[in-house]
């Protein structure tokens, strides 16, 4: 099992960028791969990015580009930094590992793009 809490989200006008952290606790962090996820209002939530434990990434197409996961494995963190925000990014954002354990969801942290 791991630990995580999401940080970093903020309301941002569209072509904006933020920079999440998730800091993980409780399991070996630095040897699974890890996954970045998001719930916009009214859908269910959908992976957006991954990243294995030897920093091999994949991105789903809307982010290709504009965002960039990454992890620190001595700090026990990963980060998504996002650029060139859209409207369509606003949800709330969280972390886990991949595939991801049920019991180890966080509070996730709310991204909001507007005007």
């Known amino acids: 099992q791991v630990q995580v809490v999401e940080s970093g989200g903020d309301l941002v006008q569209p072509g904006g960028s933020l920079r999440l952290s998730c800091a993980a606790s409780g399991s070996i962090f630095s040897i699974y791969p890890m996954a970045w996820f998001r719930q916009a209002p009214g859908r269910q939530r959908a992976l957006v990015a991954t990243?294995?434990?030897?920093?091999?990434?994949v991105y789903v197409d809307s982010v290709k580009g504009r965002f960039t996961i990454s992890r620190d494995n001595a700090k026990n963190t990963l980060y998504l930094q996002m650029n060139n925000l859209k409207p369509e990014d606003t949800a709330v954002y969280y972390c886990?590992?991949?595939?991801?354990?049920?019991?180890?969801w966080g509070q996730g942290t709310q991204v909001t793009v507007s005007s």
């Open positions: 990243i294995t434990s030897g920093g091999s990434t």
């Open positions: 886990n590992r991949f595939p991801p354990l049920e019991d180890s």
